[in-house]
């Protein structure tokens, strides 16, 4: 199996849906770096439900080294920066991330993108979930933005 990188809103998503351990059933390992842990704190404190990967055994904190410049001066969050910087340092791991600027920077660069609908799209084929449309709908529910135009369009690739 593959290693990922993961951004914030992927781990969150999945937690708020009750499926985190998904990731396990794709990934070998998880690689989260801080400022994604950050992220994830200052949601803590402010009283939100979120995820604490530190707590699973396939996920490691680890940061890059060099972050490029023209990937810190866009619209993005730390987390969503690092993870991006990371996956270009490690070019074989599938990186994790739902907004729509960090996956159109991430694959201008050759990286392979995978969003929280992709993981689900996954998990069916591999057999884990017999339907996506609940989990889609749960995302909705969750605070995931998903157009109607998306909905229809992953459920359409799922077969249903």
Avoid: C
């Avoid at 074989?92 to 799209?121: C, E, F, N, P, Y």
């Avoid at 989990?135 to 459920?155: F, K, Q």
């Amino acid at each position: 199996m593959p290693k990922a990188i993961s951004n914030t809103s992927p781990l969150l998503y999945l937690h708020r849906i009750d499926q985190s351990i998904w990731l396990s059933f794709l990934f070998d390992e998880i690689w989260v770096p801080q400022a994604v842990i950050h992220e994830l704190n200052i949601g803590k404190q402010k009283g939100y439900d979120v995820p604490n990967p530190l707590l699973w055994d396939f996920t490691t904190i680890v940061d890059p080294k060099y972050i490029p410049p023209e990937w810190a001066a866009l619209n993005l969050g730390p987390g969503e920066v690092a993870a991006m910087s990371l996956a270009l340092e490690n070019p074989q791991h599938v990186v994790l991330l739902d907004d729509q600027l960090a996956r159109r920077s991430a694959q201008a660069a050759g990286l392979d993108v995978w969003g929280t609908l992709k993981i689900m799209l996954e998990i069916k084929k591999r057999g884990h979930i017999p339907k996506i449309q609940p989990y889609v709908h749960l995302l909705r529910e969750a605070g995931m933005w998903i157009s109607d135009a998306i909905y229809t369009r992953i459920l359409n690739l799922a077969g249903e």
